[in-house]
């Protein structure tokens, strides 16, 4: 068996699982944000899970109900040319680029750590922060229904394969802590919102998962990374200075790198005090 549990043999697994499970996102980041507008915020964890399970995948302009030739994960897409089959209404490059992300999250993790509890968390992980970086960009909104289980299975992860349960709650009140402030200071010096506190509470699901040390190296690459996008777009008149701008994909970008990158945490870890 060893022989046949080769790199590649665990790749094609991955990004077969990892499709799968962007297909599902998709339906995840259409429906989540629908169901809490249709309730006004009061969606019980059964409403998610049978708004999530019915009615099957359905186009969203033509409310035609999808075939299983339409519903093939990343094939279906280039096939149909990322077009509905019945109205040829365009899905947009959002589904596409989940799937495929989430393919490449799951073999990366499953080449990594094998066929074990640990990559399938792991890659969970990393697919949530596309979801969550997906439903901000288009609703401005991280919903809690994602970040509380991401918050629970953070913990599991950390406390049987990371540095256990109090290096994850420190992490936690780590990156809570630190944008809090940063959000309050915000507040106090222009007197508007310049952060959602559905980031804040996203910093603690980070902190849960890369523990204390890998914080500091994870916000710091999300600002890093939204200074460095916003500050042209900004300069050349795309966006208002004061236009609300999503930060969950940010913190989703610091969140991966600090964690398909261990050695970040090392580095900063040198300079906290032991
Ligand atoms: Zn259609």
Redesign the pocket.
């Given at each position: 068996m060893n022989g046949f549990v080769t790199p590649i043999f665990l790749s094609f697994l991955g990004v077969c699982f990892g499709a799968v499970a962007g297909s599902f996102l998709n339906v995840l980041i259409h429906r989540v944000p629908l169901l809490i507008d249709a309730s006004e915020g009061q969606v019980s964890v059964w409403g998610y899970i049978s708004g999530l399970a019915w009615p099957p995948s359905r186009?969203a302009?033509?409310d035609?109900a999808l075939g299983w030739r339409d519903n093939i994960p990343i094939v279906s897409y280039l096939v149909l040319r990322g077009r509905?089959r019945?109205?040829h209404?365009g899905y947009g490059v959002r589904h596409l680029a989940v799937e495929i992300f989430s393919a490449a999250a799951f073999a990366y993790c499953m080449v990594a750590f094998g066929l074990t509890a640990k990559a399938y968390l792991a890659a969970g992980f990393l697919a949530a922060l596309v979801a969550l970086s997906a439903i901000d960009i288009e609703e401005q909104l991280l919903p809690d229904v994602v970040l509380a289980p991401l918050f629970c299975l953070g913990l599991v992860f950390h406390a049987l394969y990371a540095g256990g349960l109090t290096d994850a709650g420190l992490g936690a009140a780590a990156g809570y802590g630190i944008l809090w402030l940063i959000r309050e200071a915000y507040r106090i010096y222009s007197g508007g919102e310049g952060m959602g506190y559905g980031d804040v509470k996203f910093a603690a699901v980070l902190g849960v998962w890369l523990g204390l040390a890998a914080v500091p190296a994870a916000l710091f690459l999300a600002f890093a990374g939204g200074s460095a996008l916003m500050l042209p777009l900004t300069l050349f008149g795309r966006v208002g200075e004061r236009a609300p701008v999503p930060f969950g994909p940010f913190l989703a970008f610091g969140g991966f790198c600090a964690f398909v990158l261990p050695g970040l945490a090392s580095l900063t870890a040198s300079v906290l005090p032991a």
């Open positions: 186009c302009t033509c035609h509905c019945f109205c209404d």
